[in-house]
């Protein structure tokens, strides 16, 4: 059974820069494609980033597009979200989520068969 466990959330001014890590345990993370979702209070979960198993093909979403990158090292069973120019919109519960799949590599959040348990990134001065 895949897990996950997201790390290196935290309190950032507007305009710094964090890193999320989305550590994986109990099978090989290179069969399976991740997505990264966030959640604000009083708002839907939407997805801000995704990657495919082997890392060849990414996408980020319009409203993080040129500040947030997803990158991953299997050999470390980890997939990244580097986040850039963070505004105080950004505050929310992150959370990765993973699918075993060799071709898509994105895809709605019902879709995905494993979750972490998030890390809150709050933005403010």
């Known amino acids: 059974q895949l897990q996950l466990v997201e790390s290196g959330g935290g309190l950032v001014q507007p305009g710094g820069s964090l890193r999320l890590s989305c550590a994986a345990s109990g099978d090989a993370l290179d069969s399976y494609a991740i997505g990264w979702f966030r959640q604000a209070p009083g708002k839907e979960r939407e997805r801000v980033a995704c990657i495919s198993n082997s890392g060849s093909s990414a996408n980020s979403e319009p409203s993080v597009k040129g500040r947030f990158t997803v990158s991953r090292d299997n050999a470390k069973n980890t997939v990244y979200l580097q986040m850039h120019s963070l505004k105080p919109e950004d505050t929310a519960v992150y959370s990765c989520?993973?699918?075993?799949?060799?071709?898509?590599?994105?895809?709605?959040?019902?879709?995905?068969?494993?979750w972490g348990q998030g890390t809150q990134v709050t933005v403010s001065s």
């Open positions: 989520a993973a699918r075993w799949s060799r071709s898509i590599w994105c895809y709605e959040d019902y879709e995905y068969d494993y």
